[in-house]
């Protein structure tokens, strides 16, 4: 039963051992984390028959508090207390440190995926690593992203030392892999764990000069970051001493916990279920057979029971982030793995000859995404599109060697986190109109559209968003000192910066905007343009597009005639709780990824969710979204995945004629190394991107310049001219969304791959 107003009080009163007027917000902060964590325990339940292991490099949690008192049902009355003793629940989320465990879609899919694992009361718990400073901190100075450490670890953490060490054997040294235990709550549901790894010889000090570091002193750097940079080899090394500590931690824990449940090993898949997120985690398929091979376990035996424990997702289409190892990389890291992979390799060339589907290919490369699909009994896609292209295009040789391991799971948000949380005056109307059910049953949302044609919701769900706007504006003040207008379309963009998204559609759109107003061909509606997004450090032309960006927000606002109409905001380390800002107030959502290049997408998902449209192309999960609220209620332009996938297969594409034959797009990118541009960016970093974009483009940019022009422009003259028909396809949109919710996702996991609890 949740604790009442008084009954809460008295908790946090006995806890802080002060009156709750006089706290300061950290004394606060300390006292509820306390009380999630005595709540949180009390959801423990044993488990029975299977239990899910969700291995992955990342989990972007972002912060737990206000996420775990809404899962917990203390969020309102704990308000209540607060605001009784004149403190702001907002104050104390601002103490909190957001955990720098992830960067992008992928860890934020797997912090979804466990909190509706936990919603639906299925036992499922993550294994990964418990870095120190993440990815890192973004900061611009000079018109460049700069990066910091990203630090986040204290003594109070919602991770829990234990006592538990596991020795991993790394390069013929043994490393003692420390468990840390963080509690995942789910809504009105039971509390699963977050198992973190980590070592007790980690030496923060030896950071210096932003994140450079001593790669070779691995019982120093091993879970410093995130990614380590591996633009040189002793950065690409590293990340395998990071997956190999991952994994042959993580199976030691699978391997003990099973075995404590009655688990004899030859029957572990009825105990384990191990879904490997992406290539990351793909040692552990030859870490558990040699585990089990030391148990006494013949080869071909093991090889069975891992097969049938384990499960792939795939997560890309581009080839380069299908992880290939050079042998001697795993020779040297690695070295009692190799006899295990070898004998992979012989078994995988048994039942197939085409070299392509080898592991170990001629080149002596290991590729971890062959073992995967070969040595699990299920290799998912991520959204419909995307698992049509692996089966028909890129995987299509294991396609026609397993077509019964391939199968689709299309990506889902928690509602929790991206409605109830940061949205709370919209969740307030929707339990208005249509009643509480859609918080555990998504489809509920259905019921909104019976209200398309109802002026006053219509109206409320404009001041929702002007207020939300408003929110957006005085944070950007706050934390960036920038100053925004909530009189324009709030059109954003914000996802990790890589060409295949494409920034730099964007970038050379504004550069066009900027023409066209100076030329007096004004916009239908002002608007802010507001990106967010990190470039990976070694990621030279993702840098260059930042740098871009920034010197076209400084030209922009310099001119007093472009700037009424048009203004470019790029938010400094762009985050989870930059994202709870930024997602309620948007207007226009940008998913204009090269079609047929991104998986899924989830922050698509979230934005139509909190009443944005979306401009995109037919990419990824963006299909879906367009399937659900129809052709009226989204912007769509570009080149289709078939007409993209021709083009690579003829080879045809020829950035510099589409150059010079449109003067339009030359007009645009030659803006670039123009004067305006040249007075206040770097010529090194703009001069690149120019080339870049002429020479190359692999992304296919410039065949899409135009009919992205065109559809912005229809989406800006709907906003302007017709404000009730775009709100009502913003209805429409929030409607529809119940399709992409994660505990969707998660059910569907269960009944087809996991089967957990039986």
């Known amino acids: 039963m949740n604790k009442t107003v008084e009954q809460i009080k008295e908790i946090l009163e006995t806890e802080t051992k002060k009156a709750l007027s006089t706290c300061t917000d950290q004394e606060i902060y300390l006292a509820l984390l306390k009380m999630v964590e005595k709540e949180s325990e009390a959801r423990k339940t044993p488990v029975k028959g299977r239990k899910l292991y969700y291995i992955s490099a990342e989990f972007l949690i972002g912060k737990l508090l206000s996420n775990n008192l809404i899962n917990l049902g203390l969020y309102d009355p704990v308000k209540a207390v607060l605001e009784a003793a004149g403190k702001k629940m907002s104050d104390i ?120 570091f001593d790669k070779t002193k691995i019982d120093k750097n091993l879970t410093l970051f995130l990614y380590p940079d591996d633009s040189d080899e002793a950065g690409r090394r590293l990340r395998i001493y990071q997956q190999y500590l991952m994994v042959s931690a993580g199976a030691q824990l699978i391997l003990e916990e099973s075995v404590a449940r009655g688990c004899k090993l030859h029957d572990l898949a009825d105990y384990a279920a191990i879904q490997i997120n992406d290539t990351h985690p793909s040692m552990v398929i030859p870490e558990l057979i040699r585990l089990l091979a030391k148990k006494g376990i013949k080869f071909k035996e093991a090889v069975k029971i891992v097969t049938d424990t384990c499960a792939y997702t795939n997560h890309t289409i581009l080839a380069e982030a299908l992880e290939k190892w050079p042998r001697e990389y795993l020779d040297d890291v ?20 085409d070299e392509k589907l080898a592991i170990i290919d001629k080149d002596d490369r290991v590729h971890m995404a062959h073992m995967d699909i070969h040595f699990t009994h299920s290799t998912n896609g991520v959204a419909a599109l995307h698992t049509e292209i692996l089966k028909e295009s890129e995987l299509h040789g294991f396609y026609e060697l397993y077509p019964e391991k391939f199968n689709n799971k299309t990506n889902g948000i928690t509602f929790r986190r991206w409605l109830m949380e940061c949205d709370p005056l919209l969740t307030e109307a929707l339990e208005k109109w249509i009643g509480t059910g859609f918080k555990k049953d998504s489809n509920e949302l259905e019921k909104l559209l019976a209200y398309e044609n109802d002026e006053k919701v219509l109206e409320e769900l404009t001041r929702i968003k002007k207020e939300n706007k408003q ?68 990621y030279i032309i993702a840098k260059d597009i930042i740098h871009a960006l920034l010197t076209v927000s400084k030209v922009i606002a310099a001119d007093p005639e472009v700037s009424r109409w048009l203004q470019v905001v790029f938010v400094e380390n762009y985050n989870v709780t930059a994202a709870e800002k930024m997602i309620p107030a948007c207007d226009l959502s940008e998913q204009i990824s090269l079609a047929s290049k991104e998986a899924s997408g989830t922050g698509n998902m979230k934005f139509m969710l909190n009443g944005a449209l ?33 083009r690579y297969e003829a080879a045809d594409y020829c950035a510099k004629q589409w150059y010079e034959g449109d003067p339009n797009i030359r007009r645009a990118v030659d803006f670039l190394i123009g004067d305006e541009m040249m007075n206040v960016g770097q010529k090194e970093n703009l001069t690149r991107l120019h080339h870049e974009l002429i020479s190359k483009d692999w992304f296919q940019t410039l065949p899409d310049f135009n009919a992205y022009v065109v559809r912005k422009g229809q989406a800006l003259a709907d906003y302007a001219v017709n404000p009730v028909g775009w709100r009502k396809k913003c209805l429409v949109n929030i409607a529809k969304a119940g399709m992409f919710s994660s505990d969707r996702t998660i059910a569907q996991y269960n009944e087809e791959i996991w089967h957990l609890g039986k």
């Open 471 to 538: 929110a957006l504006a005085d944070w950007l003040w706050e934390t960036q000192k920038v100053k925004i207008s909530t009189d324009a379309l709030y059109d954003i963009q914000s996802k990790r910066l890589h060409e295949y998204k494409r920034q730099q559609l964007n970038l050379l759109y504004l550069i066009h905007q900027y023409y066209e107003i100076k030329a007096g061909h004004l916009p239908a509606a002002p608007m802010v343009s507001i990106f967010g997004a990190k470039a990976a450090p070694a």
């Open 614 to 646: 979306t401009l995109g192309t037919m990419d990824g999960a963006n299909v879906e979204i367009s399937e659900q609220v129809g052709s009226d209620n989204i912007y769509i332009f570009g080149q289709t995945s078939d007409q993209v996938i021709h």
């Open 334 to 353: 690695v070295p009692q793995l190799m006899p295990v992979i070898e004998e992979l390799d012989q078994l995988a060339r048994s039942r197939s000859k």
């Open 93 to 212: 989320e601002e103490v909190e440190p957001e955990p720098s465990l992830g960067n992008g879609g992928l860890g934020r899919l797997a912090a979804c995926f466990l909190d509706s694992l936990a919603t639906l009361n299925l036992p499922g718990d993550g294994v990964g690593l418990r870095y120190h400073y993440g990815l890192f901190h973004q900061s611009f100075q000079g018109g460049v992203q700069n990066e910091l450490p990203d630090p986040w670890l204290s003594e109070h953490s919602w991770a829990e030392k234990t006592d538990t060490v596991y020795p991993v054997e790394l390069a013929g040294r043994t490393y003692q892999a420390r468990l840390y235990k963080l509690a995942v709550t789910g809504y009105e549901g039971r509390t699963n764990t977050l198992n973190l790894f980590d070592l007790d010889t980690i030496d923060e000090t030896i950071v210096h000069d932003g994140i450079l």
